[in-house]
């Protein structure tokens, strides 16, 4: 295989809001992939930030994956870390030996599915075998989803109040054709909307309105929107696992597992962050103290539902059930758009 083909699809990994925080550099003996914010924006999770690990144990497990698929032993990547950042190494000699032709499409057909779903029917998830990186709890008792759906509406109205998530979900947002085209961010046909949502969402996009509307509950009214789905879901995965930022890491490897598997036996997946992101937030001290009390009892809920130890987190939540709707896919940035030359990856983590 190619690095072209290598590098196009591990770049179907997920990533919050679609923001493809990699580069890509090649030395020749390895290739190796360092966070990196695309965006103007301020960067709302940052090198080690939860989310980006997550995303980089997700693109970890893809490339093992897709090395086994190409024949290639397993587990040839490593991960390194310096103070600013981290960095994913991979023989290059594994890739270029990996087989073009073999069958890669349980990576690629991975995707998100935001509409409301089928009950399972006769069917029944199984979750991948073998030895796991995290801890994964099924809920399908509707009371426990119902509690579950409590907590994330309250982070949900939370994250309605916070303009720096607003400003970053808006910054991701693609509107048109060409700029969904583009390849990165969240193309708004990949979202449920209702009929005059998409022009309902222009609306609200500059910070200034949504916060005069919020006065008048318009977060209550999102937040709700957000969890229905949610409340009626067959069921709810949750991914959990210790804080450190290895154990996150080692999730996003188990939720890209178990991503994959899930599509593969037919089964839609919705991912929701909200609740472990305010949780963050409230222990960075980020919430504005209005926020403070709903979240912190939303975090004790979800601790005592799960049953979590001390020491323990909740790192994401599937929505998993049968899909009614095919889903618009999101779209990838052209593979020359992960690359930089070898020497700034190497000049940016010598400083
Ligand atoms: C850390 C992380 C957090 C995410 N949070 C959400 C979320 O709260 N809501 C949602 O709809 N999708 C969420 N996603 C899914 C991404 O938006 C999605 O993977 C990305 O847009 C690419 O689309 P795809 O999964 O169809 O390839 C999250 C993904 C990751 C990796």
Not at 147 to 160: G, M, N, P, V
Not at 162 to 173: A, D, G, I, M
């Given at each position: 295989m190619n690095i072209d083909q290598f590098v196009s699809i591990i770049s179907t990994t997920p990533s919050a809001d679609n923001s493809q925080p990699w580069l890509v550099s090649n030395d020749g003996q390895n290739l190796s992939i360092r966070y990196f914010h695309r965006s103007n924006t301020p960067d709302p999770f940052g090198a080690f930030g939860h989310a980006?690990?997550?995303?980089?144990?997700?693109?970890?497990?893809?490339?093992?994956?897709?090395?086994?698929?190409?024949?290639?032993?397993?587990?040839?990547?490593?991960?390194?870390?310096?103070?600013?950042?981290?960095?994913?190494?991979?023989?290059?000699?594994?890739?270029?030996?990996?087989?073009?032709?073999?069958?890669?499409?349980?990576?690629?057909?991975?995707?998100?599915?935001?509409?409301?779903?089928?009950?399972?029917?006769?069917?029944?998830?199984?979750?991948?075998?073998?030895?796991?990186?995290?801890?994964?709890?099924?809920?399908?008792?509707?009371?426990?989803?119902?509690?579950?759906?409590?907590?994330?509406?309250?982070?949900?109205?939370?994250?309605?109040?916070?303009?720096?998530?607003?400003?970053?979900?808006?910054?991701?947002?693609?509107?048109?054709?060409?700029?969904?085209?583009?390849?990165?961010?969240?193309?708004?046909?990949?979202?449920?909307?209702?009929?005059?949502?998409?022009f309902f969402m222009h609306g609200i996009a500059p910070w200034e309105r949504m916060k005069f509307l919020n006065k008048l509950g318009l977060y209550k009214l999102m937040a709700l929107a957000d969890t229905m789905p949610f409340r009626s879901a067959p069921a709810i995965m949750a991914f959990i696992g210790k804080t450190n930022w290895k154990d996150i890491w080692d999730t996003g490897k188990c939720m890209q597992r178990t991503w994959i598997s899930l599509n593969q036996q037919g089964f839609s997946v919705h991912p929701y962050y909200a609740i472990t992101d305010l949780g963050n937030r409230l222990k960075n001290g980020e919430l504005h103290p209005h926020w403070v009390e709903p979240v912190k009892n939303a975090q004790e809920d979800i601790r005592n539902l799960l049953s979590l130890n001390h020491d323990e987190e909740l790192h994401m939540l599937f929505r998993v059930g049968m899909s009614k709707t095919i889903p618009v896919r999101s779209r990838r940035l052209p593979t020359n758009a992960f690359f930089e030359p070898a020497q700034s990856i190497f000049d940016e983590n010598t400083e």
């Open positions: 980006t690990l997550i995303s980089g144990g997700a693109l970890q497990e893809t490339i093992d994956t897709l090395l086994q698929l190409g024949g290639q032993p397993t587990s040839q990547s490593i991960v390194r870390t310096s103070e600013k950042t981290w960095i994913l190494d991979i023989p290059t000699s594994a890739i270029l030996l990996a087989n073009p032709d073999s069958d890669y499409s349980r990576i690629t057909l991975r995707h998100t599915n935001r509409h409301p779903f089928k009950p399972f029917g006769g069917a029944i998830p199984t979750l991948p075998s073998g030895e796991q990186d995290c801890k994964v709890s099924v809920i399908t008792r509707s009371s426990d989803i119902s509690i579950l759906a409590s907590c994330l509406k309250s982070c949900c109205e939370a994250r309605f109040n916070n303009q720096e998530l607003h400003e970053w979900l808006f910054s991701s947002l693609r509107w048109t054709e060409d700029e969904a085209g583009s390849g990165s961010g969240l193309d708004v046909s990949t979202l449920h909307l209702p009929p005059g949502g998409r």
